[in-house]
């Protein structure tokens, strides 16, 4: 079984919509979560950290639900300039970070 | 951003040829990383430093050899690869062990090429 799996995508939405993207992940003892930013031929950036309680960043909102093994990150008003992949890490301890193959989102004008 | 620098950007290489690529952080992080990137795969680990000692190896083929002289400077040296080893190859490092939730933080990747 993969560490991490996430939705495959592509997602192709217009401007101003609301789109989420989902990840599962096997390790229960996973501590660290993050939704990382890649665009094409770039390397990743970090986009938010993912806390247990919930956190957001202007339009961006990322759930973790630990019963579940389960990650998700909302964009709201989306732009064109989100479009990119999106990449799910998970992180069982300090110096481990396991990938998601990413989800491709094109943002329509 | 200067956080991570990666060099060069661009590779391209024979099969006999022998390469460095190099990999320098300024964040004052502790921890170093080589990843590889294939189309349509997650990015893979390759190597793990902490405070300059290799700390994972994933399987990696001997014709990568990493090197770490201190924290801030990481190496992939190549040598006789394949055509399959053409990927972008990622450079990264974090603070190991940090206060709350690690980090990685990339360099800019190098696309290599093998023919």
């Known amino acids: 079984r993969k560490e991490v799996e996430q939705d495959p995508g592509p997602f192709n939405v217009p401007e101003g919509a609301t789109v989420a993207f989902n990840c599962t992940y096997s390790n229960s003892a996973s501590q660290s979560f993050f939704w990382y930013r890649q665009d094409c031929r770039k390397e990743p950036k970090l986009l938010m950290s993912?806390?247990?309680s919930g956190n957001e960043d202007g339009r961006f909102t990322a759930q973790l639900n630990r019963a579940s093994q389960y990650i998700s990150l909302l964009i709201r008003d989306s732009k064109l300039s989100d479009s990119a992949t999106y990449l799910c890490v998970v992180s069982p301890t300090g110096n481990q970070f396991y990938f998601g193959t990413g989800t491709s989102l094109t943002v329509i004008p | 951003e200067t956080g991570v620098t990666q060099t060069p950007r661009h590779l391209v290489m024979g099969m006999t040829n022998k390469k460095s690529l190099k990999c320098e952080q300024h964040l004052g992080h502790n921890a170093m990383y080589w990843y590889k990137q294939s189309a349509k795969k997650p990015l893979e680990l390759m190597f793990v430093?902490?405070?300059?000692?290799?700390?994972e190896n994933n399987s990696v083929p001997s014709r990568f050899s990493p090197e770490c002289p201190n924290s801030s400077h990481l190496f992939l040296h190549l040598h006789t690869l394949q055509p399959e080893d053409s990927a972008l190859y990622l450079c990264?490092?974090?603070?190991?062990?940090?206060?709350?939730?690690?980090?990685?933080?990339f360099g800019s990747g190098t696309q290599l090429s093998v023919l």
């Open positions: 430093y902490n405070f300059k000692e290799q700390t």
């Open positions: 993912v806390y247990s």
């Open positions: 990264a490092s974090s603070q190991y062990p940090g206060q709350g939730a690690e980090k990685l933080f």
